[in-house]
Structures are given as structure tokens and as C-alpha cells.
């Protein structure tokens, strides 16, 4: 083997190594701090958001302090906003759609009871006395243990929310003083650097920096707008619980195609519980394929463009995986992980082109 391509093998293993032995360390110290980490998440992730804003401001003559607090406070104040005139239409739409469920219900039970018993012919209890007397002779079976499971996740959750909540106001604290040292953290952690390599890690930050901000707000941005739209039409269309399905898509849509499937699907089932299978639920269909056309043709490329460079299957992939290992600490870890592993992955596979190891010719 040619000295060259053993120095480059030699070379690619070491890096290797570091590079796995520091991944590992990383996921290990995050997996047992995920719960204590969540709230510091959150508010670097708020920090890196609105840092470039709050530096605009500082660079109007503006004390930074200030600018933070004039920031928090405008969005705390737009979300009390957004919570006092949404909350009161949700709240009714709930109360009615609660009213009417019953009747749905039986409607469209009626429909398809004689449909599912002559295609399979099971034959459906008809009252609660007859389901009962089938299970206790056991020609009916119950679900216990997916019965028992959904008992324990719910307990779960219940006692999480405490936890949750007190994270939940923790977080603009620890976003205050993040966005106050974000600038100096910067400068601190390239001081940690060996001065030879500072200009590469430097330039390298700066790419992923590119890739992360224009996926993150422009996902944020294309998500209000997603979730303006189908709440809007839904509401138009006639579809109870309209907006709480549009603020649903709009939150789902942080993630890549989840959010307008969760609403096509949403709003078609609650379509064919209200109206039935008629013009209504063509309408629904429509107004999601407009809104497809818009995000697809007009949206993306306009706000997130095709220069970010995070495919959405990627960022699909990197919070699955994330969510998987580490909860809510890996979503809001997986798009910038993903964002510093395409680049280390592009440089590598640049190295390995140019290398000999690549370019030899094969020999006779």
C-alpha cells in the first residue's frame, strides 16, 4: 500500500475514534440528564432563535438587557394575546362539538353497522346490556393488557405535568440569561479551540449555523402560516373544532409533512361525523391540496429556499432518532446534531475524493 494512502487511513481512524468516543460521551451525559436538560434546551434553543434580533436592537443604541427584556415581554404579551382571543372560540367549538358527538355518533353508526355486519358478518351489539352479557360469556374478549397500558402512560403523564409546568416557567429565566452571555459563549467556546484549527472549526460553525437557522425559522414561519390557513378554511367549510385542528397542523408542522396529515386527517373525520361522505368532505380535500400547492410551490422556496440544505427526510430521520433516545431533549437537539453531521459527513467524503486512495488509477 503507497505511504500516501496508509497516512490517509491512518489519518481517517484516529479522527474516527475521537470523533466516536466524543458522539458517545455526548448521547451518555444527555440520556442521563435529558430531564434536568429539557428547560436549558429549550431556552438555548429560544436563545439562538432570537439572538440575532436582540443584536439589532442592542445595535440601536439599546442597552442588551433591555432589548431582552423588551423581547420576552413582546412575546409573552403576543401570546396572552393569541390565548385570550383563540381560547374563548376553542372552548365554545369544544362545548359544542361535545353536544353534538352523541348524535354524530349514532348517525354514522347506523350507517355503517349494516355495512361492516353484511361484509363480514360479525354481528355488532346493538346496547351496552348485550355487549355486556357477550363479554361475560366470553364470546367477546377484552383488550386488558393494551387496556392496562394506556392506564399506566396516562398516570405517567399526570404526574409529569407538575414537573413540566415548573420547567415550563423556568425557561424564560434561563433564556433571559443565555441571550445576555449568548455572544460571550461564543467567544469562550472558540477559545477552547487549539488556535491552529480555530479558522476551520470557525468556518464550519458558520455553515452549520446557515443550515440550522434557515430550517428552524422558516419551519417556524411556514408553520403559523400552515396553521392560519387550515383554520381559516376549516372554519369556513363549516368543520367543528375548526381552529383547534388548524393549531394542531400548525404545531405538527414543525416537522416536516406530519402536519398536514394530521389535519387532512382530522378534519376529514370530523367532516364525515357531521355531514357525512358529501360535498363537504370534497371541499376539505380541496382547500389541503390548495394548501399543499402553496407550502410545495410558494412557501418553501420563498422562505426556506432550496439552499438550506436539510432534506426533510433527514430531519424526519434525526427526530425520530432523537425523540427515540433522548425525549423531548432529542427533538430539540436532532436538527442541529443532524445539521453538524451532514457537514463533518460532506468534509469527509470531499477528503476521501481527493485522497490517492480515490484517484489511483487502476493498473493494468
Known sequence: MPSDDRIFIERAVRVAIVAAIVVGVGFALLFVLKAALTPLAA???????????????????MKRGAAILLVLLVIGLGGLVLVAGILPRLVAELAVLAQELPGYLERTLNSLIPRFQSLTGVRVPS??????????SGELRLPLEAIRNLLQQTLLFLTGTVSGVIGLLIVPILAYYALADFDRLKARALTLVPPRHRDYVLEKATTVDGLVSGFLRGQLTIALILGVLYAV????????????????????????????IVAVIAASLLCVLKFGVDVHLLLVLGWYAVIQSLEGWILTPRIIGHSVGLHPALVIIALLIGADL????????????AAVAKVFLEEALTAYRASGLFREEAGP
Open 43 to 61: 431556552a438555548f434553543v429560544l436563545a439562538y432563535l432570537f439572538d440575532p434580533l436582540i443584536d439589532r436592537i442592542e445595535a440601536r443604541r
Open 127 to 136: 346496547n351496552v346490556a348485550e355487549l355486556a352479557e357477550r363479554i361475560r
Open 233 to 260: 378554511g376549516f372554519t369556513l367549510i363549516g368543520i367543528d373544532l375548526a381552529i383547534g385542528v388548524g393549531m394542531v397542523a400548525g404545531l405538527m408542522a414543525l416537522i416536516p409533512y406530519l402536519g398536514n
Open 326 to 337: 433522548l425525549g423531548f431533549v432529542g427533538l430539540l437537539v436532532a436538527v442541529p446534531l
